[in-house]
């Protein structure tokens, strides 16, 4: 639950110039926008200026997909921002979305909420 406060309050603080997008088939935070399918989250990702992604691994039993494969997917095409959480509970799916971010060039940094991924220079103002 602290996750959840933490986050809650990371996003109710952000700047007016931020985007935060949940991709994730069943939590709940309060983001500018929240896709409960990887379709939803690719369509968001390509329709709403997303600076910060918050991405689940594991997109439902009913899923062809999973995060992982949205994280390519948004790489291979620009579209994916320059500030990623990881918000799953999978392990192995963690790790796999880790390795594909770390790849692309995005740094792994500590933050209260836990662990995200940053590409390129960022300065908070």
């Given at each position: 639950m602290a996750l959840v406060a933490t986050l809650s309050k990371e996003c109710s603080e952000?700047?007016?110039n931020e985007f935060h997008l949940l991709i994730d088939?069943?939590?709940t935070y309060e983001m500018d926008h929240t896709a409960r399918t990887?379709?939803?989250g690719r369509q968001a990702l390509l329709s709403f200026p997303v600076t910060h992604l918050y991405?689940?691994?594991?997109?439902g039993e009913h899923s062809d997909t999973d995060g992982?494969?949205?994280i390519v997917w948004a790489l291979e095409?620009?579209?994916c921002p320059a500030h990623v959480q990881?918000?799953?509970?999978?392990?192995?799916?963690?790790?796999?979305m880790a390795a594909a971010l770390e790849n692309a060039g995005y740094t792994k940094t500590t933050i209260a909420s836990g662990i995200q991924y940053v590409?390129?220079?960022i300065e908070d103002v």
């Open positions: 952000q700047k007016m088939d069943f939590r990887a379709q939803d991405m689940d691994h594991d997109l992982y494969k949205v095409r620009g579209v990881l918000v799953t509970s999978n392990p192995v799916g963690r790790d796999n590409k390129g220079i």
